[in-house]
Nanobody
Framework: VQLQASGGGLVQPGGSLRLSCVAS????????MGWYRQAPGKQREVVAG???????NYADSVKGRFTISRDNAKNTVYLQMNSLKPEDTAVYYC???????????????WGQGTQVTVSS
């Protein structure tokens, strides 16, 4: 199983970006999916998560600005980021809890990360 993240880039404060992350490989189903980020010199932190049924949760720092969503048919999770701030600058990683066959245990997978830079 591989997770491929895309959509990062350089944006001015107040701007928007949309991240995507596609899971590929031998996949029976995907449970929780999420986005994390790691800024220089800081630990990786959770940004947002979404269950297979669509329940979401967000870090307090992004509530009201970021929206996580998923397309189960496409094994894809998205992160719409609005009103971006310089403190949102980080490498963003996607995460998925994947079951590769019926009845098997699920394993945690990570994408390669995509850089988001918010600067004027």
């Amino acid at each position: 199983v591989q997770l491929q993240a895309s959509g990062g880039g350089l944006v001015q404060p107040g701007g928007s970006l949309r991240l995507s992350c596609v899971a590929s490989g031998i996949i029976y189903n995907i449970n929780d999916m999420g986005w994390y980020r790691q800024a220089p010199g800081k630990q990786r932190e959770v940004v947002a998560g979404i269950t297979r049924g669509g329940s979401t949760n967000y870090a307090d720092s992004v509530k009201g600005r970021f929206t996580i969503s998923r397309d189960n048919a496409k094994n894809t999770v998205y992160l719409q980021m609005n009103s971006l701030k310089p403190e949102d600058t980080a490498v963003y990683y996607c995460n998925a809890d994947v079951r590769s066959r019926f009845g098997a245990r699920a394993y945690d997978y990570w994408g390669q990360g995509t850089q988001v830079t918010v600067s004027s």
